[in-house]
């Protein structure tokens, strides 16, 4: 029998295989267990075979196994991704190696049936600890964390002494921890620096572009293969988002209210990184489309915009979608009247209603639903493909947050609040895993990622030099810009 097969076994058997949110509120989560807990039953609080409320110290003593009980995977993931907004994970597993000491001592001194159940009570712990590390491996990225995880892991090894089984699994487990705490080092060492716009705005106002000067259409003039390269860009930086950089906006919010700084909260690089580039794709369309200097050809580059915009809506990518959206709703490029007069916007048009804002951005997240429901019952990666807006993702964690407590006035926690927030990340999550389909092309890729783009300053001057001020703000803003390129000489 293969290392860890035998234990692996007695997992399998005694805990529940639930898929994780296969059930929310409003129903029982299949699967799950409640150990009886007499005259506490009031905390935690459950409604419909769900928690909705309880003190820290009962939602803890329900996230560890007992010899009888293993805690639904629903209920691990939400609580062990919002209890950082209330004790350290450090602190968390101190609590739960405590928890686990006290249950070990009970099974030694009993009978010897229950003295029998003491393996069958490690590979729960060591499944707890593996969905923890798997899940969350940044808990583990200080010496106290660490520190607590060995601790834990040595009182379990002593369940069994014997074979050594347990051991290895542990050993394995940290192994693997290890690497994905490298991997995520790693990743934050080469980290996109975030891209300066172009600043020459003397070249771009004294110049014409040269004929052998590179555009997007220059490399990709197929609007369905550009959208396809995008969607592999979001799906690269999506992947380097963690469940736990996602719960840090409801952590530092919380320090920001109660004016404390957490010193432990570490800077969120990977939302920088991902709202850096939708930030990028919108300047860069505006670039690509005023620098272009004859009306036909810059007439060309809008429409073209659109169909790749509509390219992505069909694919699933609203992120990208949204960035060419605001690309070229930016002034500049919207002040273009005489360009715009001879762009068919019946299919740009289409695409602002999805993007309306109006009632919560209800056009766009009908949209949504309909995307995440084809996901659920696809068969292809092409149609699992669902990349929501970013920024509307967070304002509607910021939102749950604000109007929900944290806590009752009872003083326990408003578990409850916690569950919608982890659904929301949740899918964010397996939207994330997704497997792009679409072949890489590098070239592609490489001019998205590093082709100059203009500030908001250059694409003001570039955009008048194309079509001349037309009113008197138009014409103080044009004076104005010339005045500080003169200064600047």
Known sequence: MCVGTELLVVIQETMPQTPIFSSMLGSSCSGQVQPDMGERCVDPVYQDGNIVSGSLEALIERLVPTMDYYPDRTYIFTFLLSSRVFIHPHELLAKVGQICIKQKQQLEAGTEAEKAKLKSFAAKIIQLLKEWTETFPYDFQDEKSMKELKEIAHRITQCDEENGTVKKIISQMTQNLLMALSARSQYQEIKEKFRQPAMDKGTILKTKPQSTQKDILSVCCDPLILAQQLTHIELERVS??????????????????????????????????????????????????????????????????????????????????????????????????????????????????????????????????????????????????????????????????????????????????????????????????????????????????????????????????????????????????????????
């Open 240 to 489: 380097n988002i963690y469940p736990e950089d996602l719960m840090q906006i409801v952590s530092h919010m919380d320090s920001l209210d109660n004016h404390k700084c957490r010193g432990d909260v570490t800077k969120t690089y990977n939302l920088e990184a991902y709202d850096n580039w939708f930030n990028c794709l919108s300047m860069l369309v505006a670039t690509e489309i005023c620098r272009v200097v004859k009306k036909k050809q810059r007439t060309r580059m809008v429409e073209f915009f659109i169909d790749v915009a509509r390219e992505c809506f069909n694919i699933g990518n609203f992120n990208s979608m949204m960035a060419i959206i605001s690309g070229m709703n930016l002034s500049p490029v919207a002040r273009l009247k005489k360009t715009w007069s001879k762009v068919k916007t019946a299919k740009f048009d289409v695409l602002e209603h999805h993007m309306d804002p109006s009632s919560n951005f209800c056009n766009y997240r009908t949209a949504l639903q309909g995307a995440a429901q084809r996901s659920q019952t696809a068969n292809s990666n092409r149609e699992k493909i669902v990349i929501p807006v970013f920024n509307l993702f967070i304002k509607d964690i910021y939102f749950l947050h604000k109007i929900h407590t944290n806590r009752l006035p009872n003083g326990q926690i408003n578990f409850k609040k916690f569950w919608e927030i982890s659904r929301q990340i949740h899918d964010f999550l397996t939207w994330k895993q997704v497997e792009c389909p679409f072949e890489k092309d590098k070239k592609i890729q490489s001019y998205l990622l590093t082709a100059p783009i203009y500030s908001e300053e250059a694409l003001f001057i570039a955009s008048f030099e194309s079509e001349g001020p037309e009113n008197h703000m138009e014409k103080d803003s044009w004076k104005t810009l010339r005045t500080t390129l003169l200064n600047r000489a």
